[in-house]
C-alpha cells in the first residue's frame, strides 16, 4: 500500500503543479476579462468561475506541453510567466470592450448626452456609452463566450508556451498597437455621430448668420438630443455586429493586431 502510494505521489504532485499553472493563466486574465471580470460581479464569483475553467481546460493539457518534469516541481519562475501570459489574454479582449465604450462617449459628447445619467452610474460613463457596453458583453455572453474562451486558453499554450516570458519589446509593440487598434474602432463606430455633429454645428452657425436674432441655441439643443437619440436608434442594430465581429477576431487570437 505505501508502496502503491509512493508510486502515485510523482504523479499527483505533477498534476497539481498543472492545475496551479492553468488556474494562474485563467485567473490573471479574469482580472480583465469581459463579462467574467466585471466590477459589479463579486470576486468569490469570479474566483468559482476560474475554477470552473481550470477544471476544464486542466484535463485537456499534458505534462508535456507545459514543460513539467514528473516527480519535479516547477521553480517560481514559471507560475510567474502563466500569471503574466494570462493577463494579456485579458487586457486583449478588455481593450476590444473599451473601444465600444469609448465609441459610446465619443457618441455622447458629438451630440451633447454626455451628462445624462452620467454621474448616476458605477463608472461614471454616459448612458449611451453604457447602453452599448452591456449591450456588446450581452451579445458576446449569448453566442458562447465561455466555449470561446476555453478555446483561446488552450490556444494560447502554443504561442505563449508555459514557462517563457513574452520578450518585452514585443509585448510593448503589441500593446502600442491594440491601443491604436481600440481608439480606430471606438472612431469608426462613432463617425454616424461624428458626420451628424459636424453637419449640425454648420447649419447652426450659417442659421444664427443669416438670422442673429434668433436664439439658437434654445432651438438647436432639442434637436440634437432628438437627433442624437433616434441615431442611436437606427444605428446600434449596425454598431453591434461590427463590433461583435471584432471581438469575435481577436477572441480566435488575441495576440494578432488587425
Same mark, same amino acid.
Given at each position: 500500500? !505505501? ?17 496551479? =499553472? ?32 481550470? &477544471? ?38 478588455r481593450l476590444v470592450v473599451h473601444g ?6 465619443? @457618441?455622447?459628447? =458629438? ?5 445624462? &445619467? ?58 502600442? /498597437? ?7 474602432? =471606438? ?7 461624428? !458626420? ?6 454648420? /447649419? ?40 461583435? @465581429? ?8 488575441p495576440f494578432v493586431v488587425p
Amino acid at each position: 500500500m !505505501i508502496a502503491a502510494l509512493a508510486d502515485l505521489f510523482p504523479a499527483l504532485q505533477t498534476w497539481l503543479a498543472l492545475a496551479a =499553472a492553468v488556474f494562474l493563466r485563467v485567473g490573471a486574465a479574469f482580472l480583465a476579462l469581459p463579462a467574467f471580470g466585471e466590477a459589479f460581479i463579486p470576486v468569490r464569483v469570479r474566483l468559482g468561475a476560474a475554477l470552473a475553467f481550470t &477544471m476544464i481546460i486542466a484535463p485537456a493539457l499534458s505534462a508535456d506541453m507545459l514543460g513539467l518534469t514528473p516527480g519535479e516541481m516547477p521553480p517560481t519562475r514559471f507560475y510567474l510567466t502563466e500569471a503574466t501570459s494570462g493577463l494579456l489574454i485579458g487586457i486583449a479582449l478588455r481593450l476590444v470592450v473599451h473601444g465600444l465604450q469609448i465609441a459610446g462617449v465619443i @457618441a455622447a459628447q =458629438a451630440t451633447s448626452l454626455s451628462q445624462i &445619467m452620467g454621474g448616476a452610474l458605477p463608472e461614471a460613463q454616459p448612458a449611451m456609452s453604457n447602453l452599448l457596453m452591456l449591450a456588446g458583453l450581452t451579445l458576446a455572453v449569448m453566442s458562447g463566450l465561455h466555449v470561446h474562451l476555453v478555446e483561446t486558453f488552450l490556444q494560447s499554450y502554443s504561442i505563449l508556451p508555459a514557462g517563457v516570458f513574452p520578450l518585452t519589446g514585443d509585448a510593448a509593440a503589441w500593446g502600442v /498597437a491594440r491601443v491604436a487598434a481600440t481608439f480606430s474602432l =471606438a472612431f469608426s463606430l462613432a463617425a454616424p455621430f461624428l !458626420i451628424a455633429s459636424l453637419l449640425y454645428n454648420v /447649419a447652426l452657425g450659417v442659421i444664427n448668420k443669416a438670422m442673429p436674432q434668433l436664439m439658437v441655441a434654445f432651438v438647436g439643443a432639442p434637436a440634437i438630443t432628438f437627433g442624437g437619440l433616434f441615431l442611436l436608434l437606427i444605428t446600434a442594430p449596425f454598431i453591434l455586429p461590427l463590433w461583435f @465581429a471584432a471581438f469575435e477576431a481577436t477572441l480566435s487570437d488575441p495576440f494578432v493586431v488587425p
